[in-house]
Structure formats: structure tokens, C-alpha cells
């Protein structure tokens, strides 16, 4: 099972708009609405910041959202802040075997 | 609020086993709904599922590492332990203990990390 295909970076003003798309297969994301973005600070761990294509979890800014169309989903970060800047992962259900694949990960810089 | 703790050796010699443990508060090992799965991060690269280990004992592991892993659980001590054998410099990861709800199948809850080197 390959990785889901990220940009490797996605840059933007304060106060734009940035979209992360998330590539994969009719296997992966194709076939179930489960996938979810996490937010990686450098020395952290992952913070889940959307789950089953577009749910936020409590506490995580209305700023996030997503969608899927086919095989690829994507993650919209709007009102870009200095806090957004971080690298964003994209992960997939991919059945019972391969559970789950994770995207290559797109580092987001705000200018 | 579930917190997760990992906790091993930081550096394992190549062709030796990486046992690391992950302790689990504010939560049980032992309740349904949930996968404790292990996760890594090689250094300055993307994540990796290693496999996950439910409840009841049953186990999933990532095929492409399936030969070489081991998770299993200790309810008294309400941990979840991971094994990999044969390991190599390719093995140098971050390994992160997570939780993951099993309806909506999204790794909620992740440990903070431990750097595990192979190295002689």
C-alpha cells in the first residue's frame, strides 16, 4: 500500500485561504469517508484536526474544514495564521488488511 | 482526558529486538471501541502504521512489517507493548503509541514519542 500523495509545501499570507489536497486510490480514499488531517509541530506529535472527511473535534478552530471528491480529499485552512504553520498529514482507512495509510505530508508556511 | 506514555530503550543494536511499552491513563486497555496502535516517524519523514492491538486481544499489523511485529496487551497494567525483531538502521524511527476509535477508524489520542536509534 503506497503513502497518499501530499504537495510537499503549501505556503500563504496571514488571513488567506490554503488548500492541502490528498491523493490516493479507489482502494483508500476512493472507497470509505474515513479520513482524518493531523497537525505535526516540529518535536510534537500529531494533533487530529479533522476526522471522517470534514468533522472537527472539540476545541479545533471552525478556521479548518474539509472535503472529498473521488480519490482525493483535501484539507482548507482559511484566515491563515502564524499558528497554522506547522506540517499537515492526511490519513486513510484502507480496509481490514492495511487499516491505515497515512499521506506524505505537506509543510505549511505562513509568509 | 487519555494521556499515553511510551517508554524503551533509545538505542538498539542492528539484528536485535526494539521492545517498547506504552502506558495508558485516563483510560482502559480493556474497554471495547478502541484500537491501541503503535505509529513511527522516521526522522524527517512521514508516519508509518506499525499495527494496533483491540481488546480483546486481536491484533492487525501492517503488512509490509507483519513478519517481524509483535503488539500485545497487559490489562493489569493497563499497557500495550510493541515488539519489532530483526531490526536495522532502517528502523531509526520516532514511535508513537496512539488510540484509535474504532467506528469512525480515527487515531484520536497519540503518545508524545520516543526516538528509538539502531546503531552498534
Known amino acids: 500500500q503506497s503513502a497518499l500523495t501530499q504537495p510537499a509545501s503549501v505556503s500563504g499570507s496571514p488571513g488567506q485561504s490554503i488548500t492541502i489536497s490528498c491523493t490516493g486510490t479507489?482502494?483508500?480514499?476512493?472507497?470509505?469517508?474515513?479520513v482524518s488531517w493531523y497537525q505535526q509541530h516540529p518535536g510534537k506529535a500529531p494533533k487530529l484536526m479533522l476526522f471522517e472527511v470534514n468533522k472537527r473535534p472539540s476545541g479545533v478552530s471552525n478556521r479548518f474544514s474539509g472535503s472529498k471528491s473521488g480519490n482525493t480529499a483535501s484539507l482548507t485552512i482559511s484566515g491563515l495564521q502564524a499558528e497554522d504553520e506547522a506540517d499537515y498529514y492526511c490519513?486513510?482507512?484502507?480496509?481490514?488488511?492495511?487499516?491505515?495509510?497515512f499521506g506524505t505530508g505537506t509543510k505549511v508556511t505562513v509568509l | 482526558q487519555v494521556q499515553l506514555q511510551e517508554s524503551g530503550p533509545g538505542l538498539v543494536k542492528p539484528s536485535e529486538t526494539l521492545s517498547l511499552t506504552c502506558t495508558v491513563s485516563g483510560g482502559s486497555v480493556s474497554s471495547g471501541s478502541y484500537y491501541w496502535s503503535w505509529i513511527r516517524q522516521p526522522p524527517g519523514k512521514g508516519l508509518e502504521w506499525i499495527g494496533y492491538i483491540y481488546y480483546s486481544g486481536s491484533t492487525n499489523y501492517n503488512p509490509s512489517l507483519k513478519s517481524r511485529v509483535t503488539i500485545s496487551v497487559d490489562t493489569s497494567k493497563n499497557q500495550f507493548s510493541l515488539k519489532l525483531s530483526s531490526v536495522t538502521a532502517a528502523d531509526t524511527a520516532v514511535y508513537y503509541c496512539a488510540r484509535a476509535e474504532d467506528t469512525s477508524e480515527t487515531i484520536d489520542y497519540w503518545g508524545q514519542g520516543t526516538l528509538v536509534t539502531v546503531s552498534s
Open positions: 490519513c486513510s482507512y484502507a480496509g481490514s488488511s492495511t487499516r491505515y495509510v
Open positions: 479507489s482502494s483508500d480514499v476512493g472507497s470509505y469517508n474515513l
